[in-house]
């Protein structure tokens, strides 16, 4: 369901972004074209965004028009990076503080031990596939110094908990292996004009147990201000080959003669 009226006006509070890159170069991104060329020394040049299928146009109206977006789906299909434009676009515009990434911190395979380092670095290569996106949006420069200013934050879902996040366009990513107790958690974080979007694929999970994200689904799903849009493996633009590798996986696999 679309937002009111009201959801809008609370939006029109605009704030003014300048960013100190490390060659001391100030970098203004409150741009009334958030896609344009980024006209600033040091920094590569954001790309222009434009959705590839029908189902990533009608995904980006769904986080424009809700409060709480939920990206279904195979890999390949855009969910990052449709997300990652809009939370781009969102910042852009001065529509909200700061941008937030988190998933939960949960490894595809074995785990690869004990990372070096502080908090923020221990989780950093969770948070490579959405970072690079933005990168390509905005430019490495505007990117940078935004992670520098924390008006990019990236947060481990287990450090959520009592927090709210006003003024912010909040994503979860993986969310498949969320337990149906963390998602609570975190969508009880919205606060006052924040855009929440979660993405996840309910055929594959890296978790023991049984993941939460269909449940949480089924209980929200009604509410105002909510939407839940699914791809499909038709919605595949990776490559087609790799539409072709995930539909071999849905089939039984041949008995041996």
């Given amino acids: 369901m679309a937002r009111k009226n009201?959801?809008?006006?609370?939006?029109?509070?605009?704030?003014?972004?300048?960013?100190?890159?490390?060659?001391?170069?100030?970098?203004?991104?409150?741009?009334?074209?958030?896609?344009?060329?980024?006209?600033?020394?040091?920094?590569?040049?954001?790309?222009?965004?434009?959705?590839q299928t029908a189902s990533q146009k009608r995904f980006v109206s769904a986080i424009k028009a809700n409060v709480l977006s939920?990206?279904?789906?195979?890999?390949?299909?855009?969910?990052?990076?449709?997300?990652?434009?809009?939370?781009?676009?969102?910042?852009?515009?001065?529509?909200?503080?700061?941008?937030?990434?988190?998933?939960p911190a949960v490894e595809a395979?074995?785990?690869?031990?004990?990372?070096?380092?502080?908090?923020?670095?221990?989780?950093?290569?969770?948070?490579?596939?959405?970072?690079?996106?933005?990168?390509?949006?905005?430019?490495?420069?505007?990117?940078?110094?935004?992670?520098?200013?924390?008006?990019?934050?990236?947060?481990?879902?287990?450090?959520?908990?009592?927090?709210?996040?006003?003024?912010?366009f909040v994503v979860l990513d993986e969310a498949q292996n969320c337990t149906e107790a963390e998602l609570k958690m975190f969508i009880t974080r919205i606060g006052h004009s924040s855009t929440f979007v979660i993405n996840g694929d309910l055929d594959q999970t890296d978790i023991g147990g049984a993941s939460g994200l269909f449940q949480t689904i089924q209980r929200v799903r009604s509410l105002s201000q909510v939407d839940v849009h699914e791809f499909d493996y038709d919605d595949i633009v990776r490559s087609g080959i790799v539409r072709d590798i995930l539909n071999t996986f849905r089939q039984p696999v041949p008995v041996r003669v």
Wanted: aromatic share 10%; net charge positive.
């Fill in 6 to 51: 009201g959801r809008q006006k609370q939006k029109k509070n605009n704030y003014h972004h300048d960013y100190i890159s490390d060659d001391n170069v100030v970098i203004d991104i409150n741009r009334n074209d958030p896609f344009s060329s980024l006209n600033h020394s040091g920094s590569s040049k954001g790309q222009a965004f434009v959705p």
């Fill in 109 to 168: 395979g074995p785990s690869m031990g004990f990372l070096p380092g502080k908090l923020e670095e221990k989780f950093d290569p969770y948070f490579g596939a959405f970072k690079t996106c933005l990168t390509k949006l905005l430019g490495k420069g505007v990117v940078d110094c935004a992670v520098k200013n924390s008006n990019i934050i990236t947060e481990p879902l287990a450090y959520m908990r009592g927090k709210t996040f006003n003024d912010s």
């Fill in 70 to 103: 939920f990206g279904l789906g195979p890999a390949g299909t855009g969910k990052t990076y449709c997300t990652a434009a809009m939370a781009a676009e969102a910042i852009l515009k001065g529509e909200v503080k700061q941008i937030v990434f988190t998933r």
